[in-house]
């Protein structure tokens, strides 16, 4: 029972209605009263209150201070007030009244709270259930062995001679792998690993990789999760003989609210447990290219800041960059300079993409994508700047706009579906 309650699907329309329309018939039984202009006053200043404080709430949180380092949509903030001018009609209606209308009162509370939830995470497309929630990592650890022996032992098979067998997979598999940060020292996280069905034959070809990082806070499930990264990957793998880039996605946080920004600082050996540990982990343990242009890097926000960082630094590693929602580069805040980069500000405007981007130029056959949410102005304008430094630094660039999304994983979802075909393309899956 407590695992169904956890895996239930709260982006379902059947959820979302339901949910919605309780909360209406609540609303209506409290608000209907034995008509009197003092009850009329005291309703209508109560929606008015929770409205004002729902806005208020807003404004303080996104617009001074900048808690979730983006802005509030209008949808979001919609929810918001709804949801506290429904617990300001509960509030009024505890009394004077029957002690049934104090029990429907006290219990309104939480399904408003419940739907408002439930309206705001639709409109950031974060979670799909309380697993998600609650960092729950859904992907069962996954197993090497078979994959690793195959791919060392037999004569390696390229993706233009590849013919798939009998009985292969129609869907990729998904699952954890622990990477030892043992050069880094980097605690990190289990990564998340999706290998599509040509990586789970006998002799499998030697496929393109994608390193991929989510934003933060998060954890390395939440591309597969909330971007349904693997479902853009089996839908290309089903038109091209179960062949797709094998996708690891590492943990480059240590933890969902901790920020190493993807550098070698006193907060841990972030770069180095990528660039090192991982990459070294990758050719040791899957059937991958060695060759830079099948090796792509992106990620979602401050993952897609990693992206750049390690794209722009290393075009003799990777190929591709898909930055979705970039900044324009590694922070922490007004504490970055002193804690990261030893209070140097030259050493930390080296740090920055595009003054990376400038020094490695001219790159010779780097592509690099840039996607935002076009009701997303703040990093559409950091977009738009990352975007002039690529160009300026000669390298293949794309500009991708998701229509009427923002800061968000519904961008994030539309980013991938747009261009993984073309990576896959760009990293020689024709």
């Not at 029990?103 to 998600?132: E, T």
């Not at 839908?235 to 091209?240: C, E, K, V, Y």
């Not at 920004?261 to 090192?276: E, F, K, Q, R, W």
């Not at 977009?383 to 961008?411: E, I």
């Amino acid at each position: 029972m407590f695992a169904w309650i956890m895996t239930y699907r709260v982006d379902y329309a059947s959820f979302l209605t339901t949910i919605d329309a309780i909360c209406a018939v609540v609303m209506l039984y409290l608000l209907v009263r034995r008509p009197s202009r003092r009850w009329f006053l005291i309703a209508l200043a109560a929606v008015v209150i929770g409205v004002v404080a729902g806005l208020i709430a807003c404004w303080l949180t996104s617009d001074v201070l900048d808690v979730f380092g983006v802005s509030l949509t209008p949808v979001t903030r919609m929810w918001v007030c709804l949801g506290f001018a429904g617990i300001a009609i509960a509030v009024v209606n505890l009394w004077p009244s029957r002690w049934w209308r104090k029990a429907v009162a006290i219990v309104s509370v939480p399904l408003f709270v419940v739907a408002a939830a439930a309206g705001i995470n639709v409109d950031f497309g974060a979670y799909r259930n309380l697993n998600d929630a609650f960092g729950v990592d859904p992907y069962p650890a996954l197993t090497l062995a078979h994959e690793t022996a195959n791919s060392m032992a037999q004569a390696q098979v390229t993706t233009q001679d590849w013919t798939p067998p009998a009985g292969m997979p129609t869907r990729g598999r998904i699952g954890t792998v622990s990477i030892p940060g043992t050069v880094s020292h980097f605690d990190a996280r289990p990564a998340v690993v999706y290998l599509p069905p040509a990586a789970l034959v006998v002799n499998p070809p030697t496929l393109p990789v994608m390193i991929v990082f989510s934003g933060q806070p998060g954890s390395p499930a939440d591309l597969f999760t909330a971007g349904r990264l693997d479902s853009v990957l089996n839908a290309f793998a089903s038109t091209h003989n179960g062949l797709a880039p094998i996708v690891v996605s590492p943990d480059q946080l240590l933890r969902p609210n901790f920020n190493p920004m993807c550098i070698d600082s006193p907060l841990g050996h972030s770069a180095t447990y990528v660039m090192v540990d991982v990459m070294n982990w990758i050719r040791g343990n899957l059937r991958v290219s060695r060759d830079a242009s099948s090796w792509a890097v992106g990620g979602y926000s401050q993952g897609a800041t990693c992206a750049l960082q390690f794209g722009a630094a290393h075009p003799d590693r990777f190929g591709t960059i898909l930055a979705i929602s970039s900044e324009l580069g590694p922070t922490i805040g007004p504490s970055t300079v002193a804690k990261a980069f030893g209070g140097s500000k030259a050493a930390y405007a080296a740090a920055m993409p595009a003054a990376v981007m400038a020094r490695n130029a001219p790159y010779a056959s780097e592509l690099a994508i840039f996607a935002v949410g076009q009701a997303d102005t703040r990093y559409t304008r950091f977009a738009k700047t990352l975007l002039s430094a690529a160009d300026n630094a000669r390298m293949t660039t794309q500009f991708v706009v998701s229509p009427r999304t923002a800061h968000d994983w519904n961008t994030v979802r539309y980013s991938l579906r747009a261009t993984i075909p073309g990576i896959a393309a760009h990293m020689g899956l024709k």
